[in-house]
């Protein structure tokens, strides 16, 4: 199975702040990385797919990038509803796997 | 507006058999555009994906779990299922159902979530 590292596990940011977070894959990937954010008690929600492309009507202060096995989510000015957990995950090959989340807090 | 729904027990004895199902709302199952997949998330855990099915019955699972999981899909009620056999507390988990892409595995849709406890 390939392996998904997110970095850090937990990020204290404040309201405005620009936020990155890290996911590294065990084995290259190209472009097949996506990145979901879950609020607590909700499904996770598609934001971005293929590293980069932000999926229909995720605000574009989301962006991602990265190939390979090394992969950025970026958050250009945090906004209150963006205090949640984000995973990546790999669709290069079978099984499906998914980062161990990044918690985004309060700070 | 694509909807899905999970709905089954929430509650399952050690050794039994886990089943839910996935009904899918403001579109067809039959769509050749999509696979149909299970995720499960233990509490304060990550994610797992189970399995997923295609239209046509093809199905892909986990190896993890591959000896213990079933999908299937009934098109004529837009629905697809999970059985999970000889199950364990580490079974317990909130269950996703969603939908995925053809053109790249990710996950567009996804259900509400359904926890199910696995205790005698």
């Known amino acids: 199975d390939i392996q998904m590292t997110q970095s850090p596990s937990t990020l204290s940011a404040s309201v405005g702040d620009r936020v990155t977070i890290t996911c590294r894959a065990s084995?290259?990937?190209?472009?097949?990385l996506a990145w979901y954010q879950q609020k607590p008690g909700k499904a996770p929600k598609l934001l971005i797919y293929k590293a980069s492309s932000l999926e229909s009507g995720v605000p574009s202060r989301f962006s991602g990038s990265g190939s390979g096995t090394e992969f950025t989510l970026t958050i250009s000015s945090l906004q209150p509803d963006d205090f949640a957990t984000y995973y990546c995950q790999q669709y290069n090959s079978f099984p499906w796997t998914f980062g161990q989340g990044t918690k985004v807090e309060i700070k | 507006q694509v909807q899905l729904q999970e709905s089954g027990p929430g509650l399952v004895k050690p050794s039994q058999t886990l089943s839910l199902t996935c009904t899918v709302s403001?579109?067809?199952?039959?769509?050749?555009?999509?696979?149909w997949s299970w995720i499960r998330q233990p509490a304060g855990k990550g994610l797992e994906w189970i399995g997923r099915?295609?239209?046509?019955?093809?199905?892909n699972y986990n190896p993890s779990l591959k000896s213990r999981v079933t999908i299937s899909v009934d098109t004529s009620k837009n629905q697809f299922s999970l059985k999970l056999s000889s199950v364990t507390a580490a079974d317990t988990a909130v269950y996703y159902c969603?939908?995925?892409?053809?053109?790249?595995?990710?996950?567009?849709?996804w259900g509400q979530g359904t926890l199910v406890t696995v205790s005698s």
């Open positions: 099915i295609y239209t046509s019955g093809s199905t």
């Open positions: 403001g579109g067809s199952i039959s769509s050749g555009s999509y696979y």
């Open positions: 084995q290259s990937i190209s472009s097949w």
């Open positions: 969603a939908r995925e892409t053809i053109r790249g595995s990710y996950f567009d849709y």
